[in-house]
């Protein structure tokens, strides 16, 4: 329950919301959010698109895009407000990026562009990192690290600690996709000690579960396995339900390649449970095609053939494999 004090200040309220989404307390950062947005509904749009656009960057977070973008289109676009604009069309481009939708996720940021070239709005450093995020779903490795650095600078320069750790999460996760892992794991750390020291408890898993992948990659898999464990534990403390599913399918390559097959069939397993829920294709494709792949390192051609061809089936769906 809010607090009286808080139900008489819509600052209050917003300011608590968001501490418990930047801690990585979802639900309950996206309960509050909407319990706000509603009460704000017919009383002030302003006010009800903050509280919106807070539940919708909880959604994005907890891997829900569908139900974000929802969000986004449930109401007019404040347009006389450019500092409530950009961050709602930053934020939609992000949840159509993540969802292959890169047409509408360019219309959206050139938008935000437009807005951010008049004024020198603080939220457009979320511009450059929805731009980051529309390139790596885009497969442009080269384009997203560019626009990362410059999210880095823009965040240093405008003083915005979390737009800097999420700058070091993404420059890690590059450096990893293109095989610079010690270079990875320093930018990793760098990531976690930012998010650390601003509580923003998310972006440690992530950073933290970048640091055990990189050491995956480099050999150490004892290291691996724990900070992909802890990661894993804490992703799901905070009903982070993508990244704990990315973390499961880094822990269950760890068992697989450890000659753990029951292990890593169980972590698997798991893992498309929870991208199922999600309803996160790419992520379901890949753990069929993983489970596939385990099933014919023990000699089990049935279900080998099966998740093989729900894997094809998945990939004709969503057209991008």
């Not at 986004?72 to 292959?100: C, F, M, R, W, Y």
């Not at 650095?149 to 320069?157: C, I, K, M, W």
């Not at 990661?231 to 403390?237: G, N």
Request: proline share 2%; aromatic share 6%; glycine share 6%.
């Amino acid at each position: 329950m809010l607090s009286c004090s808080r139900d008489d200040n819509p600052q209050a309220a917003f300011d608590h919301a968001y501490k418990a989404l930047l801690h990585g307390d979802l639900k309950q950062a996206q309960d509050e959010a909407h319990q706000e947005c509603n009460r704000f509904q017919h009383s002030s749009a302003e006010w009800a698109w903050r509280f919106r656009t807070l539940e919708a960057r909880t959604a994005v977070q907890r891997g829900l895009y569908e139900d974000a973008l929802k969000l986004l289109q449930s109401a007019p676009l404040p347009t006389s407000q450019p500092d409530l604009v950009i961050p709602i069309l930053a934020l939609g481009a992000e949840a159509n990026a993540k969802t292959h939708n890169f047409s509408e996720a360019e219309r959206l940021l050139n938008d935000a562009t437009a807005l951010c070239d008049t004024s020198a709005w603080v939220s457009c450093g979320y511009v450059l990192k929805a731009r980051g995020l529309l390139a790596t779903e885009r497969n442009q490795p080269a384009s997203a690290e560019r626009l990362f650095e410059l999210t880095l600078v823009f965040a240093r320069s405008h003083g915005d600690a979390l737009l800097e750790s999420h700058a070091l999460v993404n420059l890690g996760y590059e450096s990893l996709a293109e095989g610079r892992f010690d270079e990875a794991i320093d930018r990793s750390e760098a990531a976690y000690q930012a998010a650390k020291a601003v509580g923003a408890r998310r972006l440690e898993v992530i950073s933290l579960g970048n640091v055990g992948w990189a050491a995956y990659k480099l050999g150490d898999s004892e290291k691996a396995l724990e900070l992909s464990e802890e990661s894993e534990k804490l992703a799901s403390q905070l009903g982070d339900v993508r990244d704990q599913e990315n973390l499961l399918t880094n822990v269950g390559y760890i068992h697989m390649d450890a000659r753990k097959p029951d292990l890593a069939a169980q972590t698997f397993q798991q893992a498309l449970g929870l991208a199922q829920g999600i309803n996160a294709k790419e992520d379901i494709y890949n753990a069929f095609r993983v489970l596939a792949r385990l099933s014919l390192q023990t000699g089990d051609l049935v279900n080998a053939s099966q998740y093989a061809q729900r894997a094809v089936a998945i990939a004709r769906q969503d057209g991008n494999h």
